[in-house]
């Protein structure tokens, strides 16, 4: 294989850290990306910062970060409110950092793919992006509207030889399902385990999905043989959204 370089957004942790390490060990030049240096920094290899919210910032990353063949979209984050006691601000925050941060990203790094007739941009989205959740609305709405841009993006690519796709894992043993877990801890007194289980039974396999389950679907859409898929929204849940 020649070496490829991709570039994993949110990759100082979790999902995108995950398939930032599961792209190197297939031998994919890649490079992370996050806001925090010391996180990217912990987490080893090549890193650049970047606020995926910031379109000068994603600029200033990809020039640093240079020619991208693959870039998989996984910064994100939660906040859980009822529907009738989330703040505006909140609302717009989770479509920043969801959604529009996905824009963004594609706008800057797509069109030097479609250039060299090649290129895979993968979105992590979520079960949030195929069903709601309560407390969620904001995080689902977002990830229902990645779903929407990746699909539509997919069409406009396909003569290209640029694919889009979104990979959507259910609840996963991540830093991510940490803070949800304190929060509701905090809120409701359940104990770490009673929480942690609630989380895990709304998969039928009864457990939390494995980050690595994830980044392996990422490394099979960015292969060869991943040429043809596009446009797809691939469930890594265990049969939750079945």
């Not at 991709?6 to 999902?15: D, F, H, K, P, R």
């Not at 979104?166 to 609840?171: N, V, W």
């Not at 457990?207 to 596009?230: F, H, Y």
Request: aromatic share 6%; glycine share 12%; proline share 4%.
């Amino acid at each position: 294989m020649t070496a490829r370089r991709a570039l994993v957004t949110g990759g100082g942790s979790g999902i995108g850290l995950a398939v930032a390490q599961a792209l190197r060990r297939a031998g994919y030049d890649t490079v992370i990306a996050g806001r925090s240096k010391a996180r990217l920094e912990a987490a080893g290899g090549p890193y650049v910062v970047m606020d995926v919210c910031d379109p000068a910032s994603i600029a200033a990353g990809l020039d640093k970060a240079g020619e991208i063949d693959i870039f998989i979209a996984a910064a994100g984050g939660a906040a859980t409110a009822p529907v009738l006691k989330m703040a505006h601000g909140e609302w717009d925050r989770m479509l920043s950092l969801n959604l529009t941060s996905i824009f963004h990203c594609a706008q800057a790094v797509i069109p030097a793919m479609v250039a060299r007739n090649w290129g895979r941009f993968v979105a992590i989205g979520s079960t949030a992006s195929v069903k709601g959740y309560r407390y969620a609305s904001g995080y689902a709405a977002a990830k229902h509207g990645v779903l929407g841009f990746v699909r539509s993006l997919a069409l406009e690519l396909a003569p290209t030889g640029v694919t889009a796709n979104t990979l959507c894992p259910g609840y996963s043993d991540t830093p991510l399902i940490d803070g949800a877990v304190a929060a509701i801890v905090a809120k409701t007194g359940r104990s770490v385990e009673d929480v942690r289980a609630g989380f895990a039974a709304s998969n039928p396999m009864g457990r939390l999905i494995k980050p690595t389950e994830t980044a392996a679907a990422a490394l099979w859409l960015v292969s060869e043989g991943g040429a043809a898929v596009n446009g797809q929204a691939i469930a890594i849940d265990g049969g939750e959204s079945a």
